[in-house]
């Protein structure tokens, strides 16, 4: 079955660029039924959604961290990746790789919903000097 | 922005209890709503998606219903290993609720 494994490093320094990776294993990223997202949670607090990819590159963020986050794939090495921008304290956090399963909205709020059925175990990324 | 909003924040219970956790959304979103549990130190592990269906692989004593507005997560009768901490998704926007503690009485 499909497994996800985070990858990076686990210290980053104010201001500097966070970059993760996820490598998929157990199926292929390219099939394009799927999306790949990414989410963070920092310590004692709940999940935060970071924002997805599709097998063509399409992206979609949340609108909170869009400024300074993206998310590419390569198809090639069934991976994808997060680079978080200008970094501070704040974006300490464990960061999760997750695939989300999806479909069609029945209804006129929305386009497709999600839900992420397979996680990998996270990674902790430290900002500080 | 939708909210979600988990109550209660924290909750106790005995094994064999049936246990309520609600999520309620500021606005309607039909039944775009999803479930997870997480233990200490794990990632969070999908239970229900699109309000009531079952995960693959969840058990049965976990059900959950819900439209518009007002979802409920049910655990019909507690066993030791579903002590953890709960979260509601809206499944469109991915946002989560800030998460529902279950602990032992």
């Known amino acids: 079955q499909v497994q996800l494994q985070e990858s990076g490093p686990g210290l980053v320094k104010p201001s500097q660029t966070l970059s993760l990776t996820c490598t998929v294993s157990g199926g292929s990223i390219s099939i394009g039924t799927d999306y790949w997202s990414w989410i963070r949670q920092p310590a004692g607090k709940g999940p935060e959604w970071i924002g997805r990819?599709?097998?063509?590159?399409?992206?979609n963020y949340n609108p909170s961290l869009k400024s300074r986050v993206a998310i590419s794939i390569d198809t090639s090495k069934n991976q994808f990746s997060l680079k978080v921008i200008s970094v501070t304290a704040a974006d300490t956090a464990v960061y999760y790789c997750a695939r989300d399963s999806w479909g069609y909205c029945s209804s006129s709020i929305c386009a497709r919903y999600f839900y992420m059925d397979v996680w990998g175990k996270g990674t902790t990324v430290t900002v500080s000097s | 922005d939708i909210q979600m909003t988990q109550s209660p924040s924290s909750l106790s219970a005995s094994v064999g209890d049936r246990v309520t956790i609600t999520c309620r959304a500021s606005?309607?979103?039909?039944?775009?709503l999803n479930w997870y549990q997480q233990k200490p130190g794990k990632a969070p592990k999908l239970l229900i998606y699109g309000a009531s269906s079952l995960q693959s692989g969840v058990p049965s004593r976990f059900s959950g219903s819900g439209s518009g507005t007002d979802f409920t997560l049910t655990i019909s009768s507690l066993q030791p290993e579903d002590f953890a901490t709960y979260y509601c998704?809206?499944?469109?926007?991915?946002?989560f609720g800030q998460g529902t503690r279950l602990e032992i009485k």
């Open positions: 990819i599709d097998f063509s590159g399409s992206t």
């Open positions: 606005q309607s979103i039909s039944s775009y």
């Open positions: 998704q809206q499944s469109y926007s991915s946002f």
